[in-house]
């Protein structure tokens, strides 16, 4: 059973279930970091803000299951940007996520964050081929990193990029706390209320209930699109799941790493309560593909028992992430058509930053003001090779995977989403569907969308 680090002992905000119809201006629909951040962005700016959150809290979902770093470092990605884009907007990308760290820093406590170094290293001449090429795009792009074969680890590395001062925190203390700002700025925060029906002709959503939040803007920062056919998101977007663990140490790290290796391994500290604790993870697949997820877990465990010569964790949790074909999330209006309704989606597990970005560019978009970083993070964006060959391939896969469960899995749960069999995940005790992600708990309720209605275990 999952079992998140960020998720023990925190101090939840008592919120409210939405108990009445409303109107606002901006309606924000997701209670992760995006959400709250845009939220408190637009109510800085005098905007009446609603935020809907399905589950009994603000930052526990997706935010509460990552690896809370807080860096432009999104592994061995610039070197990928600059095979799909201009060195400029490979750069803008740069910017824009070390501009975001900077401005939601500032209004931040001290102890909500810690400046390290981020590295991303390899192990295996396969990696350090890929690091070589990432290096040379640092050089290229003027990013203020340097290779090092000098580390903190009890192994041997081939090859890193150490870049300095960048920073880690608790993401979910750190959402709470930008949620007391949005709340104390004005935005009208409610949990337990998850939207069942998105009706954009109308300029109204709909929670479990039939209650009604009428809007001008919409913004749906549900990490999957909970409306995914316009813009076709549905057919442009994987979904891929990893693992993650932690254990009591004894030393603090100075840095935080990631492999470019496969099977690739993430690495960090945190500082709970005066206990430090080293985090563990990696590995990934499709999500909803795989039923023996318990040996990602154990294989962890005994990596971190081997190799780093501590405890065996007792803290375990997966993640999951939408991912594009060309490295960078989809931030912007959901069509040219439908420019008052926003999505932000595709972070490739790099969400936390990107979260920060995502919420300055649909604040300056429905505050008509220019950002930097909107054009390349436009979910219409030119990229027609790479994302046709991406739809092509996950349409087939959609196809195979929703075939394959009338087949194999008869007795499975039917998604609530389009209707493919879920398929059990014995490491998490979680019905996960392999079509789009969706993800419900033992007992049927959504964990995770695009599905909004829990599933039927009776038929």
């Known amino acids: 059973m999952q079992n998140s680090l960020w998720l023990a002992g925190i101090e939840k905000l008592t919120l409210n279930k939405l108990s ?8 924000i629909v997701g209670g992760g970091l995006t959400g709250i951040y845009t939220a408190y962005l637009l109510a800085k700016k005098g905007v009446n803000v609603v935020l809907l959150e399905g589950n009994s809290s603000v930052g526990i979902a997706t935010t509460g299951h990552s690896t809370g ?30 501009s975001a760290i900077e401005a939601a820093l500032q209004n931040a406590s001290i102890d909500l964050y810690q400046k390290v170094d981020s590295y991303v290293f390899a192990t295996t001449e396969q990696g350090k081929k890929t690091l070589d090429d990432e290096a040379e795009a640092y050089k290229t792009l003027k990013i203020p990193g340097y290779e090092t074969l000098e580390t903190e680890l009890p192994f041997d590395v081939l090859s890193s990029i150490n870049l300095p001062n960048t920073f880690q925190i608790h993401p979910t203390n ?43 803007h919409l913004v749906l920062a549900t990490h999957y699109p909970i409306e995914a056919v316009k813009g076709l998101q549905l057919a442009k977007l994987s979904v891929e799941r990893s693992y ?82 060309d490295s960078l999330p989809y931030v912007g209006p959901i069509t040219e058509n439908e420019p008052n309704v926003y999505i932000a989606t595709g972070y490739r597990k790099w969400g936390l930053s990107n979260s920060l970005v995502a919420g300055e560019i649909i604040t300056s978009a429905i505050l008509k ?58 490491g998490d005790e979680t019905w996960d569907c392999p079509c789009h992600g969706s993800r419900f708990d033992k007992f049927g309720n959504v964990i995770e969308g695009p599905a909004v209605y829990p599933l039927d275990l009776k038929s």
Not at 20 to 27: K, P, Y
Not at 70 to 98: C, M, W
Request: hydrophobic share 35%; aromatic share 10%.
């Open 244 to 325: 993650l663990t932690a254990t009591k140490t004894s030393e603090m790290l100075k840095g935080q790493y990631i492999s470019v290796d496969t099977p690739s391994r993430t690495i960090r500290t945190a500082l709970i309560n005066n206990q430090p604790y080293f985090i563990y993870g990696g590995s990934s697949h499709k999500a909803g593909t795989i039923e023996d997820t318990q040996s990602y877990y154990e294989v962890l465990q005994n990596e971190v028992v081997s190799k780093f010569d501590l405890s065996k964790p007792e803290f375990l949790w997966s993640a999951q992430d939408p991912d594009t074909a």
């Open 369 to 426: 003001e220019p950002h930097p970083a909107s054009d390349i993070y436009n979910p219409a964006r030119n990229q027609f090779g790479s994302t046709m060959l991406r739809m092509l391939n996950l349409i087939g896969f959609t196809v195979a995977n929703l075939a394959d469960g009338y087949i194999t899995r008869l007795d499975a749960p039917k998604c609530t989403h389009l209707g493919c069999r879920t398929r059990w995940n014995d």
């Open 69 to 98: 770093k807080l860096t432009p470092q999104h592994d061995a990605v610039f070197s990928k940007l600059l095979g799909a884009f201009s060195e400029d907007e490979a750069r803008i990308y740069y910017d824009a996520n070390v």
């Open 174 to 216: 750190f959402a709470l706390h930008y949620a007391k700002l949005a709340i104390k700025e004005g935005a009208n925060l409610y949990v337990n209320s998850r939207v069942t029906k998105v009706a954009i002709d109308e300029k109204a959503v709909y929670v479990d209930d039939d209650l009604q939040v009428s809007f001008n």
């Open 20 to 27: 009445t119809s409303l109107n606002c201006d901006v309606c």
